[in-house]
Nanobody, 126 residues
């Protein structure tokens, strides 16, 4: 599957953004989906993930209570709603997907995903 991320921008602290990722390809519903972010000079880190069908969600501690991941299998899209943004949330956000015919497996490592979007920059000013 090919992924295209969008929705980043410049926002003041406390603001919100909705990041979107559009997927092209087949069998989208059996893909696990995730969002990662990479701040300048730092490694790419996992933010949130959602499983296939049913869509159990998981969040990094930094995202809990502020970010929400969702998916629309009919539209082949998934989103990350980011609220109460802080300057430390500034990063390039990447969407990722991995085909999983069976339930289970890790969702938090870069190596867990076979497909990546190009990234969208989120800048939070103080």
């Amino acid at each position: 599957v090919q992924l295209q991320a969008s929705g980043g921008g410049l926002v003041q602290a406390g603001g919100s953004l909705r990041l979107s990722c559009a997927a092209s390809g087949r069998e989208f519903s059996i893909y696990v989906l995730g969002w990662f972010r990479q701040a300048p000079g730092k490694e790419r880190k996992w933010v949130a993930a959602i499983r296939q069908s049913g869509g159990t969600t998981y969040y990094a501690d930094s995202a809990k209570g502020r970010f929400t991941i969702s998916r629309d299998d009919a539209e082949n899209t998934f989103d990350l709603q980011v609220n109460s943004l802080k300057p430390e949330d500034t990063a390039v956000y990447y969407c990722a997907a991995d085909r999983r015919p069976n339930f289970g497996g890790s969702l938090v490592r870069v190596a867990d995903y076979g497909s990546w979007g190009q990234g969208t920059l989120v800048t939070v000013s103080s």
